[in-house]
């Protein structure tokens, strides 16, 4: 199971960092992502990060502001976003794959997803 939060109402230019917790799973053995969907629109990429914190990815659209990290031992992903603009309001999902290799970028690749958390930024 996949338990997403931190998600809410930010100003743009704010800063939320989203926490995704992971139970009745070895946390370790998965690759975890963050995706975001508009509605209306297919769900995005975010971010991904492999099985240990060695390797990660980011969407062009987040790049430089978002960071997305792990505690293995807290069974936990984060994403931390800052200056957060408008166009990044979305509901954001966490996703787990099984698979202590590289990182996984695309929705097919996943096995388990989160609730989703909303995040909204006003101008």
């Known amino acids: 199971q996949l338990q997403a939060s931190g998600g809410g109402l930010v100003q743009a230019g704010g800063s939320l960092r989203l926490s995704c917790a992971a139970s009745?799973?070895?946390?370790?053995?998965?690759?975890m992502g963050w995706f975001r969907q508009v509605p209306g629109k297919e769900r995005e990429i975010v971010a991904a990060i492999s099985w240990n914190g060695d390797s990660t990815y980011y969407a062009d659209s987040v790049k430089g502001r978002s960071t997305i990290s792990r505690d293995n031992a807290q069974n936990t992903v984060f994403l931390q976003m800052n200056s957060l603009k408008p166009e990044d309001t979305a509901v954001y999902f966490c996703?787990?794959?099984?698979?202590?290799?590289?990182?996984?970028?695309?929705?097919?690749?996943?096995?388990?997803w989160g609730q989703g958390t909303l995040v909204t930024v006003s101008s």
């Open positions: 996703a787990a794959k099984l698979s202590t290799w590289g990182v996984a970028t695309t929705e097919a690749s996943y096995d388990d």
């Open positions: 009745g799973r070895t946390f370790s053995s998965y690759a």
